[in-house]
């Protein structure tokens, strides 16, 4: 058991630490505080390989294995959750979703230009009456001339603006349930498939987050993604790689925490010396770093069940679900480490707050996750 990243692993590292700390953290105020969703970006991105990291090159992609993806999030992350998460919305899950089981011809024609950072990936699960109940899924999608008649909404969609692809499930059988749910890819630009509303979020602002709109979108049999009423359970075996991203994004958000608050602790002086001398101040940075390693090690053990093709349910939801809480509360911690300050947007601490909380809603709520563990241990 090997506890240690290897040499390519700890460059791939290293060169994503650059590039976050010199092209996002100049940015990463005032794209919070405008809701700018750096598009710009994406070419740089691309040229890193990070929007196709999962991917085999003979797609596009860089063709590495998740640890390497896991750190990749975690650094950008721990920069600016922002850039963190659509990353990790564009790999994980739209562009997976067409990896893992799209024909050739779709990945073909979908996957290498996602993969290289031709194109930005959406993906749609969530409504706005089925949320953790993804199965109560409404829109619905009808035969019709060789085709699907596509009408409903998304709620929640990364890119749902800026996308140009978007892997989403509808209806296809209301009276199956789960059973009759199905996957399509829609196309920007399709008649009848739109953007709807831009959320006003309270954390991951710059992170473009809206709805998506269905209204008589007519597309082809082609855009079927598998078959048919086997898109709920698509959908949840891509969570499953989803949530060690989720994951990461926590821990990446957690260390930049962290970090700020130990700097913090030893340039602010009360009593005539650095805080970080006072033994209040020393337990709380101790268990910050405690808690940030075993979310990390959890992490890492999900990527190398993943990446050994093994099951990863119950290891990614146990990773996410720790990850995320502790990723709360290691930046609340932070900003009880400022003081004042930490309450002001002059310092770090409560945008890492405000990112942090995300993490414990998106790609399955901590209770889901709960409910996810629970099952795995009890049907062993």
Known sequence: MDFELNDEQKQVRMSVREFAEGEIAPHVREWDETQHFPVELVPKLAELGLMGVIFPESYGGAGMGYVEYATIIEELSRVDGSVGISVAAHNSLCSNHIYMFGTEEQKQKYLVPLARGEQLGAWGLTEAGAGSDASGTRTTAVKRNGGWLVNGSKNFITHAVHGDVCVAVASTDRAMRSKGITAFIFEKGTRGFMPGKKEDKLGLRASETASVIFEDCFISDDNRLGPEGLGFIQAMQILDGGRISIAALAVGIAQGAYESALKYSQERQQFGKPISEFQAIQFKLADMATQIDAARLLMYRACYLKDNGKKVTKESAMAKLYASEISVKVCEEAIQIHGGYG??????????????????????????????????????
């Open 343 to 380: 309450y002001t947007k002059d310092y770090p601490p409560e945008k890492y707050w405000r990112d942090s909380k995300l993490c414990t809603i998106g790609e399955g709520t901590s209770e889901i996750q709960r409910m996810v563990i629970a099952r795995q241990l009890l049907n062993q």
